[in-house]
């Protein structure tokens, strides 16, 4: 939802007749967000996306989660949980709460049935790996260090080129740019540290025409089934507006730095109902001929901090390792472990990247990351921690 975008094969009008080669009318689908008064697009399929065979449950296990108590800080070596199967059934939920739920998963395999999640938006971070994102919209080639965003009710499969380790993003409503980014219009302003032209939408290829039996697993906070439709949803001959997934890569983020260290809040990338996205990426630090390059230390009373360690030398955290993930608990007092002051003072530069979410109601804790849950990470901060 950058920005407008048209693909394909429209009518001059909308709303009007559209008729395909042989003479019927091509079916026209209005694919919006907030009821009818936030963004949309407008979708023009070979055949009805309505035309449904079957109806059958979806026994799709649930997840049970624990109140993060007693409440502190946390490291969860997300990297040593094994999982592997399709971008769906590997997934594996580590964090969440009403607005958002937080998962890895390791996709070794494609998707042999089409998802669609009605509850709120995804967004996929691409740790490893690349392969294609399959919509209605077209195909998004994706790749390392990609955000995946994925509107709404957007029926897609995942379909790897190589393994890909993904840090999933289920929020209850929409994933959107920061407003403090975009002007009166909704273009990004010329202070925001993306641009329109780093997003990449979907390429629309050849419609699908054959007609089937297509497994389209639907779900919609906590409610779920399996859809058998006729029409295969790739039938979109032509689509336009502003609603539809798109891709951007982390390394096309150009981080806003200062004389004096920058808040958390300077590399925002994205914002959701409770929920705040930032990204990390490779930059100059502070040049202050005194400044202190790591961040100071902090409580931050109002949210959950969750960091999602990608790759790279994280010089002011201890013990983490690339996809670890960190909660720092609201309240929880946290900042660099011991030494990381005096070392990072006179660097220049970092490589690291990571991404981070934070969130403004507590997160709970799903048994996936308490298995790899390094319990000692609460006293990192002391001199000589326990081993
Ligand atoms: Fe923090």
């Known amino acids: 939802m950058p ?96 607005d958002i739920v937080l998962s890895i998963a390791h996709a070794d395999r494609p998707m042999e049935y089409w998802y669609r999640n009605t509850g709120g938006d995804e967004m996929l971070f691409i740790h490893q790996g690349a392969g294609t994102l399959e919509t209605p919209f077209g195909e998004l080639a994706y790749r390392q260090h990609d955000f995946l965003v994925i509107p709404t009710g957007t029926t897609y499969r995942v379909q790897p080129a190589a393994p890909t380790r993904m840090f999933v993003h289920e929020s209850s409503g929409a994933i959107v740019i920061p407003r403090k980014y975009r002007n009166e219009f909704g273009q990004l302003q010329e202070h925001a540290p993306y641009y329109e032209r780093d997003f990449r939408a979907p390429l629309l290829k050849s419609p699908v025409l054959a007609r089937g039996e297509y497994e389209v697993r639907v779900s919609n906070r906590g409610r ?30 150009a981080p806003i730095t200062g004389q004096l260290h920058q808040p958390p809040t300077a590399h925002a990338t994205f914002e959701a109902p409770g929920a705040a996205f ?14 202190i390059p790591v961040p100071y230390n902090h409580s931050s ?87």
């Not at 309505?50 to 007693?70: E, G, I, M, Y």
Request: negative net charge.
């Open 301 to 387: 009373v109002d949210c959950d901090e969750v960091l999602y360690y990608v790759s790279g030398n994280f010089m002011s955290r201890r013990g983490v390792e690339e996809g670890s993930v960190t909660l720092h608990a609201a309240g929880a007092p946290h900042g660099p472990q011991p030494g990381a002051v005096e070392g990072s003072l006179g660097k220049s530069r970092t490589d690291e990247i990571a991404v981070m979410v934070d969130t403004f109601k507590p997160l709970h804790l799903a048994q996936s990351a308490l298995d790899v849950e390094d319990p000692a990470y609460f006293r990192s901060w002391i001199e000589a921690p326990a081993t």
């Open 3 to 98: 920005s407008y975008v048209r693909a394909g094969s429209l009518p001059h009008k909308r709303h009007i007749q559209f008729r395909r080669p042989d003479g019927g009318l091509y079916a026209e689908e209005l694919f919006s967000t907030k009821g009818f008064e936030s963004v949309y697009s407008l979708l023009y399929h070979q055949r009805p996306p309505t035309a449904t065979l079957d109806v059958r449950p979806w026994h799709r296990p649930s997840v049970t989660f624990l109140p993060n108590d007693p409440l502190r800080n946390r490291h969860f070596k997300v990297a040593q949980l094994e999982t592997s199967g399709d971008a769906i059934d590997s997934r594996r939920a580590l964090l969440g709460n009403d």
């Open 224 to 253: 779920h089934a399996v859809y058998i439709v006729e029409n295969h949803p790739c039938d979109v001959i032509g689509w336009d507006g502003y609603c539809y997934p798109y891709a951007f890569n982390v390394e096309e983020f």
């Open 278 to 291: 930032c990204a990390f990426v490779p930059r100059l630090f502070d040049y202050h001929p005194l400044a």
